[in-house]
């Protein structure tokens, strides 16, 4: 036996009509479920009650059928009217909810043949959607037209006889069952959309459509999208829950606060670039850059940062120029140098100070200041029009205007693998770069379990 279990509805075809097998019992013979779960209305309960018919069916296939003996579940809905649509879709889908929870792991063959034509429109529903391991399967009519045997509520019917004079029983009996391709066809459009998603890293649009998930990768992506919109908290409590063969946040050991934003944030840009959405990626990268280099300047410097800042007012760091002149004064004459202006009271620590300040401390290497340097020509470029103009940024600008003083061109895929550098050797102590393509792991898993 397979690892299958089959899930069907059952009429008055069922289990045989006419010495032939009804869709339940086809199903059963062609594909050899583990297990049966059969819904049944108020009717069907009661013919079960009366005669075992499905009982004595069970029997005879476990005496008859080599090597073959499946366990028969049967749910009595109660279901008096069973061609009332809103009246069978509740239970209908309660029942189906509760054979996929008891059976973690198993496919779930439908049976798309057996049942009013208002359960099969619910069967034929289940049977498209992702969020569930299915495979519809129709059995055609062996009349090959609306049947003219006696159907299985005749007063005359007698399943013992049924069943003995079956004639599927013969070895030269052709199977009726096919999986249909329309159905088949509609899943792989349902997962086409989610993969496509995945790529364009919505992860809010994929939330938004949970109901055609399977049930196990709802919470992991509500995680993925909290943690895309820098939500860290909510992402942290989605993600306590979560039993994956890989880890959310992988470090090489409890990590710093600043550097869990960071690193946050540049996996934030790294979407960004893959999804080619470039204005929002440039306006992010200067509050990335500004906070990474100011932990660059507090290892760069030979004094604490603290000595040569202003009081705190508020968010923002302010040089303090008489400091600077007391505590570094060959520095300070560099950089105003530099700068080609004096630092001022009430001077903001921004890109445009930072990272020449970096390069008269001298102690990070060329490929990263002139990274650096070529980041702030892209801000002054680009950053104010994109945030107070109609305008768009394309990778053709980034490439034109983000240029080192080496004449070096930098694009959004080269800029993302820098500062993907400079997080590693600014936070050798924790930055794991697993880090760094979480997302992509994330979507290898969702996309397994489609």
């Given at each position: 036996?397979?690892?299958?279990?089959?899930?069907?509805?059952?009429?008055?075809?069922?289990?045989?009509?006419?010495?032939?097998?009804?869709?339940?019992?086809?199903?059963?013979?062609?594909?050899?479920?583990?297990?049966?779960?059969?819904?049944?209305?108020?009717?069907m309960?009661?013919?079960?009650?009366?005669?075992?018919?499905f009982?004595?069916?069970?029997?005879?296939?476990?005496?008859?059928?080599?090597?073959?003996?499946?366990?028969?579940?049967t749910?009595?809905?109660?279901?008096?009217?069973?061609?009332?649509?809103?009246?069978?879709?509740?239970?209908?889908?309660?029942?189906?909810?509760?054979?996929?929870?008891?059976?973690?792991?198993?496919?779930i063959?439908i049976?798309?043949?057996?049942?009013?034509?208002?359960?099969?429109?619910i069967?034929?529903?289940?049977s498209?959607?992702?969020?569930?391991?299915?495979?519809?399967?129709?059995v055609?009519?062996?009349?090959?037209?609306?049947g003219?045997?006696?159907?299985?509520?005749?007063?005359?019917?007698?399943?013992?006889?049924?069943?003995?004079?079956?004639?599927?029983?013969?070895?030269?009996?052709?199977?009726?069952?096919?999986?249909?391709r329309?159905l088949?066809?509609?899943?792989?459009?349902?997962?086409?959309?989610?993969?496509?998603l995945?790529?364009?890293?919505?992860?809010?649009?994929?939330?938004?459509?949970?109901?055609?998930?399977?049930?196990?990768?709802v919470?992991?992506?509500?995680?993925?999208?909290?943690?895309?919109?820098?939500?860290?908290?909510?992402?942290?409590?989605?993600?306590?829950g979560?039993s994956?063969?890989?880890?959310?946040?992988?470090?090489?050991?409890?990590?710093?606060?600043?550097?869990?934003?960071?690193?946050?944030?540049?996996?934030?840009?790294?979407?960004?670039?893959?999804?080619?959405?470039?204005?929002?990626f440039?306006?992010?990268?200067?509050?990335?850059?500004?906070?990474?280099?100011?932990?660059?300047?507090?290892?760069s410097?030979?004094?604490p940062?603290?000595?040569?800042?202003?009081?705190?007012?508020?968010?923002?760091?302010?040089?303090?120029?008489?400091?600077?002149?007391?505590?570094?004064p060959?520095?300070?004459?560099?950089?105003?140098?530099?700068?080609?202006?004096?630092i001022?009271?009430?001077?903001?620590?921004?890109?445009?100070?930072?990272?020449?300040?970096?390069?008269?401390?001298?102690k990070?290497?060329?490929?990263?200041?002139?990274?650096l340097?070529?980041?702030?020509?892209?801000?002054r470029?680009?950053?104010?029009?994109?945030?107070?103009?109609?305008?768009?940024i394309?990778?053709?600008?980034?490439?034109?205007?983000?240029?080192?003083?080496?004449?070096?061109?930098?694009?959004?895929?080269?800029l993302?693998?820098?500062?993907?550098?400079?997080?590693?050797?600014?936070?050798?102590?924790?930055?794991?770069?697993?880090?760094?393509?979480?997302?992509d792991?994330?979507?290898?898993?969702?996309?397994?379990?489609?």
């Amino acid at each position: 036996m397979t690892n299958d279990i089959l899930f069907t509805c059952v009429g008055t075809t069922d289990p045989v009509r006419g010495f032939r097998d009804g869709g339940m019992l086809h199903i059963m013979r062609h594909y050899r479920p583990q297990k049966v779960c059969i819904f049944l209305s108020k009717e069907m309960a009661d013919f079960e009650r009366a005669d075992q018919r499905f009982t004595k069916t069970f029997k005879y296939v476990c005496e008859h059928w080599e090597n073959y003996a499946p366990q028969m579940v049967t749910h009595d809905s109660e279901i008096v009217n069973a061609a009332d649509l809103d009246a069978v879709y509740d239970p209908l889908f309660s029942f189906f909810r509760q054979t996929v929870q008891e059976n973690p792991g198993s496919r779930i063959l439908i049976n798309l043949s057996s049942g009013t034509p208002q359960m099969k429109i619910i069967l034929a529903q289940l049977s498209l959607s992702p969020q569930y391991q299915t495979l519809g399967i129709q059995v055609l009519n062996p009349e090959k037209r609306s049947g003219s045997s006696e159907r299985a509520n005749h007063k005359d019917y007698i399943i013992e006889d049924e069943l003995e004079l079956n004639e599927d029983n013969e070895p030269d009996s052709p199977c009726r069952c096919t999986e249909p391709r329309m159905l088949a066809m509609q899943r792989n459009m349902q997962r086409t959309r989610i993969r496509s998603l995945l790529e364009q890293r919505d992860y809010r649009a994929l939330s938004a459509m949970r109901i055609d998930l399977p049930a196990e990768i709802v919470p992991l992506v509500n995680h993925l999208a909290a943690r895309n919109d820098l939500k860290s908290e909510e992402a942290k409590k989605l993600a306590r829950g979560l039993s994956l063969p890989f880890a959310l946040y992988p470090a090489k050991r409890a990590t710093d606060e600043q550097y869990k934003q960071l690193s946050e944030y540049h996996l934030l840009l790294r979407n960004l670039q893959l999804t080619k959405r470039y204005t929002e990626f440039v306006l992010r990268i200067n509050p990335f850059l500004t906070y990474l280099t100011i932990q660059m300047l507090q290892k760069s410097l030979p004094c604490p940062l603290s000595g040569i800042i202003e009081p705190r007012r508020d968010d923002r760091i302010r040089l303090d120029p008489v400091a600077m002149a007391r505590i570094l004064p060959a520095e300070k004459a560099a950089l105003e140098t530099r700068l080609n202006e004096m630092i001022r009271p009430n001077t903001d620590i921004s890109l445009h100070v930072l990272v020449p300040f970096l390069r008269v401390l001298g102690k990070l290497p060329d490929s990263t200041l002139n990274v650096l340097e070529a980041c702030v020509r892209l801000n002054r470029a680009q950053r104010n029009p994109a945030a107070h103009q109609l305008h768009a940024i394309t990778e053709e600008r980034i490439q034109a205007d983000c240029v080192d003083d080496n004449g070096r061109h930098y694009g959004a895929a080269d800029l993302v693998r820098a500062f993907g550098r400079m997080l590693r050797e600014t936070y050798p102590d924790w930055c794991d770069e697993a880090l760094f393509t979480i997302y992509d792991r994330c979507n290898e898993y969702i996309i397994s379990l489609l």
